[in-house]
């Protein structure tokens, strides 16, 4: 049963350019902030740290992982799509354990997820390694925590499309589930983090997650520790996906 629905969900995703648009998108976010980071990496007044020490090639490394917002989009549209296009009324018709339909979601998004995050990954290394040679920066991508961030970016993207999917059966409208959820984290997260009276709680929220999952560093922000961060994600994830199957299951779908 769950192989058949898998299968069907991957079908559903292939069959539009959705996905593409999406993956096209977060590799030309991935290639501008690496653009930034090395560009404006000797700016005078610039905050981050340099590139030859092990927190600028974290934070150089994890770009990839600032397309989170991205990757909630598309779990979002895979949830609200149902609903917007009408086929979810013939998709719990043909599999009437609704909990099985969301979960088939979850677990098919995550693996896209994981997927976006390997391509993001491999973008900003073919545009970062040759830059930083030609800037006479030595990179040894076995050291200075560099796995481990490049692991927090798969694993953090895997989530958070999870969550998207949670947030799309919450908020079956999908323009109002993906304008929300782009001003939470591009607006409201922001914010949290540079206000000095509260951004000590960003390392709380998802977006905070994600950072210290991928062991990047922001000035005057710090993160919970790798396994926490990790867990405080995931914790998210689970729950915005169980509440959103919870909800499916007794809501009427008319």
Do not use: C
Not at 7 to 18: G, I, Q, V, Y
Not at 104 to 117: E, N, P, Q, R, T
Not at 118 to 137: D, F, H
Not at 246 to 252: E, F, P, S, V
Request: glycine share 12%; proline share 4%.
């Amino acid at each position: 049963m769950m192989t058949r629905l898998l299968r069907a969900e991957f079908t559903k995703l292939f069959t539009t350019k959705l996905w593409l648009w999406l993956l096209l998108g977060a590799i030309g976010m991935t290639g501008l902030f690496v653009g930034l980071t090395i560009g404006l990496a000797d700016s005078a007044g610039n905050p981050s740290p340099p590139l030859n020490t092990p927190e600028g090639q974290r934070n150089l490394f994890g770009v990839a992982g600032a397309t989170s917002a991205l990757a909630i989009v598309l779990g979002i549209i895979a949830m609200t799509g149902e609903f917007r296009h009408e086929t979810v009324t013939p998709t719990f018709l043909a599999t009437p354990r609704r909990g099985l339909v969301v979960t088939a979601k979850v677990i098919a998004y995550a693996i896209v997820g994981v997927g976006f995050g390997a391509v993001g990954i491999l973008a900003e290394l073919a545009l970062a390694l040759p830059w930083l040679a030609a800037k006479g920066v030595a990179v040894s991508l076995t050291g200075n925590g560099i796995p481990r961030t490049l692991i927090g970016v798969l694993l953090g993207l895997a989530v958070n499309t999870v969550l998207g999917v949670g947030i799309g059966a919450l908020i079956r409208n999908q323009v109002a589930a993906i304008v929300g959820t782009l001003v939470y984290f591009f607006v409201i997260e922001s914010l949290i983090s540079a206000l000095p009276t509260i951004r000590d709680y960003y390392k709380f929220f998802p977006g905070g997650a994600s950072s210290g999952l991928a062991n990047t560093y922001q000035p005057n922000v710090e993160f919970l520790a790798g396994w926490q961060s990790g867990l405080l994600l995931i914790s998210y994830g689970v729950a915005f996906a169980a509440l959103g199957t919870a909800l499916t299951i007794r809501r009427d779908v008319t």
